[in-house]
């Protein structure tokens, strides 16, 4: 007997979908048959995505979203509801770091990678969570059938590693925040959960795996070997899917063994 997870009719936002991580999740959104929009600040890269989207049969649309601007991700989110409808899934995907140790860290460097990291993300799940929050409680307009907000923390949010301490302390605050809304959220059908990815080969990190100091890092790896985008696929629907009404605040690592 086989088992399908079908999104069709759904609509799916996902923030920074502009490349990496992101486009993957709404690329498979899509084959999965959710309605998706692409958020990001570079439009240009969110055409693209669209049209091979479009191309593969999926449906797609774009929206300019700086998850740093407060009235951007109002206004990002209510143009994404205007033109397709009622969010029913949120991929918070938005996510930056640097390389620094600890004590080179300036104001600028930390507020860098908290004001998308951690507020950012908050904001956006909480325009998206208030509008989820109403139409489960039927004050606003749009069906129900329970929605799902999907946080992209990291390893690196369990496990600390050097040089990228701000990133780890950063990515440890979404995992908070997963857990926040999940006890607040869970009761009115909105499931809040984060997946926790490893090392991804991804076209911005691709070039350092194969430097010094990047060989000797896969050495350091459980499996020697880092994962690539479409490893998340299968997780990232089934958290997506109704079929994932049981998992409610989790904080699932899909690092290959990494942070054990």
Known sequence: MGYNLDLSGRVALVT??????????????????AAVVLASRRMDKLKELRAQIEAAGGAAHVVALDVTDHLSIKAAVAHAETEVGPIDILI???GVSNTQRLQDVEGADYDYIFNTNVKG????????GRRMLARSRGTAPG???GARIINIASMAGLRVLPQIGVYCMSKAAVIQMTKAMALEWGKY????????PGYIDTEINHHHWETEQGKKLVQMLPR?????????????????????HFVNGAVIAADDGFAI
Do not use: H, W, Y
């Open 16 to 33: 920074g979908a502009s490349g990496g991580l992101g486009a993957q999740f709404a690329k498979t959104l899509a084959s999965a048959g």
């Open 92 to 94: 918070n995907n938005s």
């Open 121 to 128: 993300a908050f904001f956006v799940a909480q325009e998206v």
């Open 143 to 145: 069906g129900f059938a």
């Open 189 to 196: 059908g909105i499931n809040v959960n984060a997946i926790c």
């Open 224 to 244: 020697k070997r880092i994962g690539k985008p479409e490893d998340l696929d299968a997780l990232l629907v089934m958290l997506a899917s109704p079929q994932s």
